[in-house]
């Protein structure tokens, strides 16, 4: 009931998003248990904007009562053959409290396009012909720029066959989780003298403790990762 529920809130905040203008969008919720990067209130989750001092890529962070959770985001196309750009993520969870939080895969959005995470397949395994034949659409880890690079983590995944997953954070450590998706749009990408990057907004929630921490992404933030 809560993800039938978690889903329709994230659609239905999904729909103030305006086609074409890249700028995340503000918006209010009555949903106390959500936190939206961007949308502070009094009292809830704060919002801010870190730089890798190594890179300068943008990470996204919400703060909440001695949680902190921060997200960063990457794309690339796994094979030529492919349609869609493959869209990674890696959120990182803080918990400097007294007790320990559950951490749960939410839902995810492209561009108003609610999607699912790939199968995935660890970067210590390698996928046989035969399975990449029965199962065209799964990943290895191992092939990623985004992941061998060390710009996402690999430590942990939710992925199609481990939605239902539960990770547990400790007091005073942390942990982190990533998760693949491929962008259903037959032309996602828009290109300048600058690149090429996806277009309209990417959005995802991630379920820590009690609350929905929700990310959203302008495609144009995000890094290539297999340029």
């Given at each position: 009931m809560r993800r039938a529920c978690l889903l329709a809130f994230i659609t239905l905040t999904f729909t103030i998003y305006v086609p074409g203008q890249d700028d995340l969008v503000k918006f209010a919720t009555e949903a106390r248990s959500a936190f939206v990067w961007g949308s502070d209130a009094p009292a809830a989750a704060t919002?801010?904007?870190?730089?890798?001092?190594?890179t300068g890529v943008e990470i996204l962070?919400?703060?909440?009562?001695?949680?902190e959770v921060s997200s960063r985001m990457g794309f690339e196309k796994l094979r030529p053959e492919r349609v869609g750009e493959l869209i990674a993520y890696?959120?990182?969870i803080v918990n400097?409290?007294?007790?320990?939080?559950?951490?749960r895969y939410g839902a995810a959005s492209i561009d108003g396009h609610i999607?699912?995470?790939?199968?995935?397949v660890s970067a210590t395994k390698h996928l046989s012909s035969k399975r990449l034949k029965r199962e065209p659409n799964?990943?290895?880890?191992?092939k990623l720029y985004c992941f061998?690079?060390?710009f996402l983590s690999s430590e942990n995944f939710f992925s199609a066959d481990q939605l239902s997953l539960e990770l547990t954070v400790e007091p005073q450590t942390s942990l982190t989780v990533s998760t693949v998706i491929e962008d259903p749009r037959p032309y996602p990408l828009r290109c300048t003298v600058e690149?090429?990057?996806?277009i309209g907004t990417v959005r995802y929630s991630i379920r820590v403790g009690s609350h929905d921490y929700i990310f959203g992404w302008p495609g144009r933030k995000l890094v290539n990762c297999g340029r």
């Open positions: 919002s801010s904007t870190l730089r890798d001092p190594l962070k919400l703060t909440y009562a001695g949680i890696t959120t990182t400097a409290t007294r007790a320990k939080v559950l951490v999607v699912s995470p790939v199968s995935t799964i990943v290895e880890i191992g061998t690079s060390g690149g090429c990057n996806p």
